[in-house]
């Protein structure tokens, strides 16, 4: 049988009311205590007043000296007083402690009973709280003394307890009235703050919640993407075993420490100051280039932190690669078709035309030229990707009647650093690609590759012999959006500085002296190598 859960809301309802409820007990109990203290004090003070009054008074005095019959002075003086003052009694009594005077007649000149009387007997006034033949009260004892200074007796005045303690409720009785308004107060309150927490919560309770929390904990470890999430600090508040993987670090060692830390350069505050997502943000984490997207979390309108997923970019490349090479080679194809169906065509006319030694000719002269060409770039590029679009973008820059020249020392035996394939298709693709747009319109339509592998890393140089870049527009080039071509352009240049910068290599672009434009990539093969220029 399924056990039956106390809601959060009531837990809370409970838990303050019970509180209140403690608080305002000790608090009356201390207010009670703090007013049956004074009337007991004031109730005491008057004792002594009245005792000390009756002490005084030459009359109590005469009688005890020297009347046979004392007590039939002395009782109705006492009474007298008695019913004047409100005392419960007053009892006047002789050193032998026999009554002179006494509320219950038939008690006058009988014995005290046995209390404790010793100061009283050497002289002293003192106030105590003892029953005797009456109710339990609250006693003042006051020593008598003759002219002379010798103790002839003393009297005893009370009040009775329970009067003292209907005192105490009738005084607090308006602080009985208010703990009960606050102690209802405190239920409402306490209602209301229980309704807001639930509501705070969208109304789930703390085990459901515990549910939740383990759940994302197991989505998120099963994701084979790094997630993290961090507050508007940039603290990282949520960590899952991939992004701890991916950073080198063991997932406690990440909590709680600032993102800067293991990932630098995120643009981060962009995120949260703009509230909109970053997307496909390349960055480099220690020997690891990874992809990531920063999207904002935002509560009740306001960015309260962000949630930044990541993957190492070599496991997506593998798979855009896959892809490129694909495309490259349809390319390839495609550039070949049209090229050897021309080709085909002057064949064809030839052979009706008779010319069959020309058309032979021709043949074999577009096979030379094309295998030519095709066998050396393949001993000099050893990456099959990077080959295939060589081999498209020359095939194409002959379709458009661009000189496309290969420069005698271009190689490349291997990929340098983190560079993917995909990468330098990026790169040597948007490169060739705005040389051929540069070279369109120009008079001399050229177009010459370098790419040079040294010691320390690959250096490329593509020239064109296009129009000048307007020195106006500098490094700024580089930035996306920004180009000489006109709107909707300017996104080539940006996605190859992209990837030469997180892979630490440089880029750069001069006009020639003659016409035409030269860019200039270096990438070195150690990660953390020393930059240089390509020269």
């Known amino acids: 049988m399924k056990k039956k859960r106390i809601s959060l809301q009531y837990k809370i309802m409970l838990l303050t009311v019970g509180i209140v409820c403690l608080a305002l007990t000790l608090a009356g109990a201390f207010v009670i205590h703090h007013i049956y203290q004074e009337i007991q004090d004031d109730i005491g003070s008057r004792a002594l ?19 046979h019959h004392p007590s039939d002075v002395l009782q109705p003086i006492a009474e007298e007083w008695r ?60 020593p008598i003394f003759a002219v002379g200074g010798q103790q002839i007796g003393f009297v005893s005045v009370g009040f009775y307890i329970n009067d003292i303690y ?37 109304g789930l309770e703390p085990y459901e919640i515990a549910t939740m929390f383990r759940e994302n904990e197991a989505t998120l470890d099963a994701l084979r993407e790094g997630v993290l999430a961090v507050d508007v600090n940039g603290t990282v508040r949520v960590v899952n075993n991939e992004a ?9 060692e990440i909590f709680g420490q600032p993102i800067a830390n293991f990932i630098a350069q995120l643009r981060l505050d962009l995120v949260i100051d703009s509230g909109k997502p970053l997307y496909d943000y390349e960055q480099r984490v220690n020997d690891v280039i990874i992809l990531a997207n920063v999207v904002p979390t935002i509560v009740d309108d306001h960015v309260v932190g962000a949630v930044i997923a990541f993957r190492d970019r070599t496991e997506i490349s593998r798979l855009a690669e896959e892809m490129t090479g694909v495309h490259r080679f349809v390319d390839l194809l495609r550039a070949q078709t049209h090229e050897f169906k021309n080709k085909l065509h002057a064949v064809a006319g030839l052979i009706q035309l008779g010319s069959y030694e020309q058309a032979v000719d021709l043949i074999i002269e577009s096979y030379d030229t094309n295998q030519g060409e095709f066998e ?59 040389a051929t747009e540069a070279v369109t319109a120009a008079k001399s339509k050229t177009i010459i590759l370098r790419i040079r592998e040294e010691e320390a ?35 080539g240049l940006a996605l190859v500085s992209e990837k030469v910068k997180v892979n630490n290599g440089l880029i750069s672009h001069y006009n020639l002296p003659d016409g035409g434009v030269e860019f200039k990539v270096w990438i070195p093969y150690c990660n953390k190598g020393e930059n240089k220029e390509e020269n």
């Open 244 to 252: 701890a993987a991916i950073i080198g670090k063991r997932p406690e």
């Open 376 to 434: 050396k770039l393949r001993y000099k590029i050893k990456d099959a990707v990077t080959f295939g679009l060589l081999v498209g973008k020359m095939s194409r820059a002959r379709e458009l009647g661009i000189e496309f020249i290969v420069t005698s020392d271009t190689a490349m035996q291997s990929l340098p650093g983190q560079l993917t394939s995909g990468d330098m298709v990026i790169i040597l693709g948007n490169l060739i690609e705005n």
């Open 457 to 491: 890393g690959v250096g490329i140089m593509v020239q064109n012999s296009g129009p000048w870049i307007d020195e106006s527009l500098g490094e700024r080039i580089y930035a996306r959006g920004i180009s000489g071509k006109g709107a909707h352009r300017g996104y």
């Open 166 to 202: 209907n005192q105490v409720l009738e005084g607090g009785k308006n602080v009985l009235y208010a703990l009960l308004i606050a102690l209802a107060l405190s239920i409402i309150g306490s209602a209301l703050v229980a309704k807001n927490i639930k509501k705070a919560i969208y």
């Open 83 to 142: 019913k004047s003052t409100g005392a419960a009694f007053i009892v006047i009594s002789n050193m032998n402690q026999i009554r002179l005077s006494h509320p219950t007649s038939q008690n006058v000149g009988t014995p005290l009973t046995s209390l404790y009387r010793e100061p009283v007997l050497k002289g002293q006034e003192y106030m105590y709280i003892a029953k005797g033949s009456l109710a339990p009260s609250l006693r003042a004892n006051v």
């Open 49 to 67: 007043d009245i005792g000390r009054s009756i002490a005084e008074m030459p009359q109590v005095r005469e009688n005890i000296l020297h009347n």
